[in-house]
């Protein structure tokens, strides 16, 4: 099994930059397809980005062209740098993996991922 922890987060102002981290143990993740999610209060969780185990990535309209998704897997870490940050931005944000056997699992989806870690609150001040 896969156990996933983030950190990095924490209160910073509008414009600022943030780099969450997640570190994956129990077994490698290289192969394997990594997500990032936020939970604002009150709203579902929703896709933020995800990179692949080649590297290929994907972004939500809302975070494209200032989050970047990127992976170690020499340390068997994924990285979620947020730059430009927003008010909008506040919530809990949760690192996530879709087993290699499930690659074709639609990624966009929560219920897509098997392994998740327990989140980092991210707030951005006006």
């Known amino acids: 099994q896969v156990q996933l922890v983030e950190s990095g987060g924490g209160l910073v102002q509008a414009g600022g930059s943030l780099r969450l981290s997640c570190v994956a143990s129990?077994?490698?993740?290289?192969?394997?397809?990594m997500g990032w999610f936020r939970q604002a209060p009150g709203k579902e969780r929703e896709f933020v980005a995800a990179v692949s185990g080649g590297g290929s990535t994907d972004y939500a309209d809302s975070v494209q062209g200032r989050f970047t998704i990127s992976r170690d897997n020499a340390k068997n870490t994924v990285y979620l740098q947020m730059n430009s940050l927003k008010p909008e931005d506040t919530a809990v944000y949760y690192c996530?993996?879709?087993?290699?056997?499930?690659?074709?699992?639609?990624?966009?989806?929560?219920?897509?991922?098997?392994?998740w870690g327990q989140g980092t609150q991210v707030t951005v001040s006006s």
């Open positions: 996530a993996g879709i087993p290699p056997q499930y690659y074709r699992r639609n990624y966009y989806y929560p219920s897509s991922y098997d392994y």
């Open positions: 129990g077994r490698t993740v290289s192969n394997t397809r």
